[in-house]
């Protein structure tokens, strides 16, 4: 059964750091073509991207908001991909949530986090 479960999560003052880190049980990153993300939801607001990385190439995708002060990586020894977050500001407030999207052959499997709660208040 393919579990994520994601850690991390707290309170930071403004311009402080969190990483999070999304553990996957249940299958092997290396043995599948997938897309590893972590999306993110404030109250009153839609579900957003916030970073993304391939893992055929290791490419990166981040939304504007962020680029520059979050980076998003996976360690395939551990089975866990992360979110470096940085320079954190108010509005990054939100439940993060990991995503998980693995494709064999053509058809595609979507898996999601629990969530963890980020709030950064002075």
């Known amino acids: 059964q393919v579990q994520l479960v994601e850690s991390g999560g707290g309170l930071v003052q403004p311009g402080g750091s969190l990483r999070l880190s999304c553990a996957a049980s249940g299958f092997t990153f290396r043995n599948y073509v997938m897309t590893l993300s972590w999306y993110r939801q404030a109250p009153g607001k839609e579900r957003e991207l916030v970073a993304s990385i391939t893992e055929i190439d290791g490419s990166t995708k981040y939304t504007d908001s962020v680029k520059g002060r979050f980076t998003i990586s996976r360690d395939n020894a551990k089975n866990t991909v992360y979110l470096q977050m940085n320079s954190l500001k108010p509005e990054d407030t939100a439940v993060y949530y990991c995503?998980?999207?693995?494709?064999?052959?053509?058809?595609?499997?979507?898996?999601w986090g629990q969530g963890t709660q980020v709030t950064v208040s002075s």
């Open positions: 995503n998980v999207v693995k494709t064999v052959r053509t058809v595609s499997y979507v898996y």
